[in-house]
Structure formats: C-alpha cells, structure tokens
C-alpha cells in the first residue's frame, strides 16, 4: 500500500502541473480529460479539455490532480491510497464505505483498473487507486 496526494484545482490543473514541471523538475506521467472518460459527451463543452485525472512525478513522490470548478486546493484534499492489486483495492473499498459516503463506487476508468472516492464514517475524504 501506499499514500499519494491528490489536490483539486479550480479549472488550472494542467497549468499548474506545467509550471511544476517546469520549475520544480517534475515529469508529467499522464493527463485525462474529463472528455476522454466513457460519458464524456455528458460533460458540458467547456469542460472537456479539463483534467480529470493529472499525474506527476516531483522529486520522487507523485502528485496527482484535477480540474473542479469550485475547488479550493488543499481545502478539497483526499488521501489517496495506490494499491497495489484489484483484489486489494476492492478490501479496502469495502472497510472504508463501511458507514461512509460513496461519491464515484469502485469501477475501472481509463486510467485504473480499480478506482473509487468516498468519505469514509470519520469524514475523511478517500481516493482508492489500482492502475494495474
């Protein structure tokens, strides 16, 4: 197992992960737009080239992101946990909804085989990540 960080962005992103790559010798890993999800023609035109899911490597660790309109970065944080196999994924998805709030339930996206969010009974805000 092992801990990420993923920060929400208002609509700057991919702006920001540039300048961190620029300034802070990152390597951007990856970028998904909200468009190139399955339903993405669900998603308002404006939003489209948004990121839905933003990954960079900083100084060895791994920040990930997206773009949310009325986010306010760092006040909509979650603890993301990258698993390392489905099955794991889907053990630990079960204890922390156990109680909890769903907000996207466990499904594989273009960018995981396993993904989910939810708050858990405690009120902390999880991302659980399988992208193998």
Same mark, same amino acid.
């Given at each position: 197992m ?6 929400n ?7 920001a992960?540039?300048?961190y790559?620029?300034? *802070? &010798? &990152?390597?951007?890993?990856s970028m998904?737009?909200?468009g190139?999800?399955?339903?993405g023609?669900?998603?308002?035109e404006d939003q489209k080239?948004?990121i839905?899911h933003g990954?960079?490597? /900083?100084?060895g660790?791994v920040?990930? &992101?997206?773009?949310i309109?009325?986010?306010e970065p760092?006040r909509?944080?979650?603890l993301?946990?990258t698993?390392?196999?489905a099955?794991e994924a889907?053990?630990v ?5 156990e109680?909890g709030? /769903?907000?996207?339930k466990m499904e594989q ?6 993904f989910?969010? *939810? ?9 659980? *990540?399988c992208?193998?």
């Amino acid at each position: 197992m092992k801990l990420d960080i993923y920060v929400n962005y208002k609509r700057n992103c991919r702006e920001a992960f540039h300048f961190y790559e620029q300034h *802070l &010798g &990152g390597k951007i890993l990856s970028m998904t737009t909200f468009g190139e999800m399955p339903g993405g023609g669900n998603v308002n035109e404006d939003q489209k080239n948004d990121i839905v899911h933003g990954r960079i490597e /900083i100084g060895g660790g791994v920040l990930m &992101g997206a773009d949310i309109a009325q986010a306010e970065p760092m006040r909509s944080a979650y603890l993301t946990l990258t698993l390392n196999t489905a099955a794991e994924a889907e053990r630990v998805y079960a204890i922390l909804a156990e109680g909890g709030e /769903i907000f996207m339930k466990m499904e594989q996206t273009p960018f995981a085989t396993r993904f989910a969010m *939810l708050r858990d009974k405690f009120g902390a805000s999880w991302m659980l *990540l399988c992208e193998s």
